[in-house]
C-alpha cells in the first residue's frame, strides 16, 4: 500500500523539479503542499499550529519533506515574518511529526559564517550572520529537539533551470547574457553547487531512509563565481565575457555575504549511494543547450558566439 508523503513548499524551484520526479518516489504518493494561499490547491500555514493538524489528519502521512523558506532579502527586511516560517513554523512541523512521520527538512549552507577556511563539516556548529541564516539555524535546532525520526539536509548552492525562468543563479546569469547586460562575478566567493536533479535523487532516496542526523547536500567541485560563468559562457560559445569580475569587498549588499560555504559531501553521497554530476560539465552542457534551443525560439544570444 502507498503511502503518503507531503511535499510542502511545492511551490518552490526545488519542490516543482521533485514533484516533476514522483515518478521515482516508489510506494508513495506524493501530496503537493503549499505554503502560500492559492485556489484549489492544497495549502498550510506552518507558523499555524492547528493549520499543520488539520492537514496531518486529512492525509494521514508517513512522510513531510518541508522546503518553505523564504528569500534571502525578504528575510533581513521581515526578520519577524523569517522567524515565523523558518524557526517556529519548522518547530511547529517538528512537535506535529514527533514519532509518527518522518520529516525531511531542507536547510541550507548559510547557517554557517563563511569564514572557517576548510569544507564545513556536518556536525559543524552553525555561527551564522545573517537573518535568514539565524532563522534556518534555529529551525534545525527544533527538529532534532522535537522529530524522532528526521533528516536535516543543508543544501548548497542549486544549479538548474527553473521551470517558471525566473529564479536560481543560472537563470540570473543566462536572463543577462540575453539582455546584453555586462553583471558583476565575485572572483572570492566559494561554493560548492549542487546540481538540481542530484539533489532531488538525495532527498527522494531519503524518504525510505533510517537515516538520523544532519546531512550536507553540495557537489564535489569547490569553484567561485566567476568559474561558473566561464563555464557557462563556454557552452553558450560566447567570445566576448559578459561579466565583470569583482570582489565582494567592491560590492554593497543589504543582507551579510559568505565569502567560503564549501561543504563535505561525503556522508549524504554514503548514504543514499549516489554520485555527483560533474559541475562543470553540467553547465556547459546546460549552456550549451540553451544555445540550441535558442535557435528554434525568439530568445537570441548576442553575436559574438563560436558556435555561429
Same mark, same amino acid.
Given at each position: 500500500?502507498?503511502?503518503?508523503?507531503?511535499?510542502?513548499?511545492?511551490? *518552490?524551484?526545488? *519542490?516543482?523539479? /521533485?514533484?516533476?520526479?514522483?515518478?521515482?518516489?516508489?510506494?508513495?504518493?506524493?501530496?503537493?503542499?503549499?505554503?502560500?494561499?492559492?485556489?484549489?490547491?492544497?495549502?498550510?500555514?506552518?507558523?499555524?499550529?492547528?493549520? /499543520?493538524? $488539520?492537514?496531518?489528519?486529512?492525509?494521514?502521512?508517513?512522510?513531510?519533506? $518541508?522546503?518553505?523558506?523564504?528569500?534571502?532579502?525578504?528575510?533581513?527586511?521581515?526578520?519577524?515574518?523569517?522567524?515565523?516560517?523558518?524557526?517556529?513554523?519548522?518547530? @511547529?512541523?517538528?512537535?506535529?511529526?514527533?514519532?509518527?512521520?518522518?520529516? =525531511?527538512?531542507?536547510?541550507?549552507?548559510?547557517?554557517?559564517?563563511?569564514?572557517? *577556511?576548510?569544507?564545513?563539516?556536518? @556536525?559543524?556548529?552553525?555561527?551564522? /550572520?545573517?537573518?535568514?541564516?539565524?532563522?534556518?539555524?534555529?529551525?534545525?535546532?527544533?527538529?532534532?529537539?522535537?522529530?524522532? @525520526?528526521?533528516? =536535516? =539536509?543543508?543544501?548548497?548552492?542549486?544549479?538548474?533551470?527553473?521551470?517558471?525562468?525566473?529564479?536560481?543563479? =543560472?537563470?540570473?546569469?543566462?536572463? $543577462?547574457?540575453?539582455?546584453?547586460? /555586462? !553583471?558583476?562575478? !565575485?572572483?572570492?566567493?566559494?561554493?560548492?553547487?549542487?546540481?538540481?536533479?542530484?539533489?532531488?535523487?538525495?532527498? &527522494?532516496?531519503?524518504?525510505?531512509?533510517?537515516?538520523?542526523?544532519?546531512?550536507?547536500?553540495?557537489?564535489?567541485?569547490?569553484?567561485?563565481?566567476?568559474?561558473?560563468?566561464?563555464?557557462?559562457?563556454?557552452?553558450?560559445?560566447?567570445?566576448?565575457?559578459?561579466?565583470?569580475?569583482?570582489?565582494?569587498?567592491?560590492?554593497?549588499?543589504?543582507?551579510?555575504?559568505?565569502?567560503?560555504?564549501?561543504?563535505?559531501?561525503?556522508?549524504?553521497?554514503?548514504?543514499?549511494?549516489?554520485?555527483?554530476?560533474?559541475?562543470?560539465?553540467?553547465? &556547459?552542457?546546460?549552456?550549451?543547450?540553451?544555445?540550441?534551443?535558442?535557435?528554434?525560439?525568439?530568445?537570441?544570444?548576442?553575436?559574438?558566439?563560436?558556435?555561429?
Amino acid at each position: 500500500m502507498k503511502r503518503n508523503v507531503l511535499l510542502i513548499g511545492v511551490g *518552490g524551484f526545488l *519542490g516543482q523539479h /521533485i514533484l516533476k520526479n514522483a515518478g521515482h518516489c516508489h510506494e508513495c504518493i506524493l501530496v503537493p503542499v503549499f505554503h502560500t494561499p492559492m485556489s484549489g490547491a492544497t495549502t498550510v500555514d506552518v507558523s499555524d499550529n492547528r493549520s /499543520i493538524e $488539520n492537514l496531518f489528519a486529512a492525509t494521514n502521512p508517513a512522510c513531510a519533506i $518541508n522546503l518553505t523558506c523564504l528569500p534571502v532579502a525578504v528575510c533581513e527586511q521581515h526578520p519577524d515574518t523569517a522567524y515565523a516560517v523558518q524557526a517556529i513554523g519548522v518547530k @511547529n512541523l517538528a512537535q506535529v511529526c514527533a514519532s509518527t512521520c518522518r520529516l =525531511i527538512h531542507l536547510s541550507s549552507d548559510m547557517v554557517f559564517s563563511g569564514r572557517k *577556511g576548510s569544507y564545513y563539516l556536518p @556536525n559543524d556548529v552553525p555561527d551564522p /550572520i545573517s537573518v535568514y541564516g539565524k532563522t534556518k539555524a534555529e529551525g534545525e535546532g527544533y527538529v532534532s529537539q522535537y522529530a524522532q @525520526n528526521y533528516a =536535516i =539536509i543543508r543544501s548548497a548552492l542549486i544549479l538548474g533551470r527553473d521551470p517558471r525562468g525566473t529564479r536560481g543563479f =543560472i537563470e540570473w546569469m543566462l536572463g $543577462n547574457v540575453n539582455k546584453r547586460v /555586462i !553583471f558583476p562575478l !565575485f572572483s572570492d566567493q566559494y561554493r560548492t553547487p549542487i546540481v538540481i536533479d542530484d539533489l532531488v535523487s538525495m532527498i &527522494i532516496s531519503l524518504i525510505n531512509d533510517d537515516f538520523i542526523g544532519t546531512l550536507h547536500a553540495g557537489g564535489d567541485q569547490r569553484i567561485n563565481r566567476v568559474g561558473m560563468g566561464q563555464w557557462l559562457c563556454e557552452g553558450l560559445g560566447l567570445t566576448e565575457i559578459p561579466y565583470e569580475e569583482i570582489m565582494m569587498s567592491d560590492s554593497e549588499s543589504r543582507s551579510p555575504m559568505q565569502k567560503d560555504l564549501s561543504m563535505d559531501n561525503s556522508l549524504i553521497k554514503y548514504v543514499c549511494n549516489l554520485t555527483c554530476t560533474d559541475t562543470k560539465k553540467y553547465i &556547459i552542457a546546460l549552456g550549451r543547450r540553451e544555445y540550441e534551443e535558442s535557435r528554434t525560439s525568439t530568445k537570441t544570444w548576442p553575436n559574438h558566439c563560436l558556435h555561429q
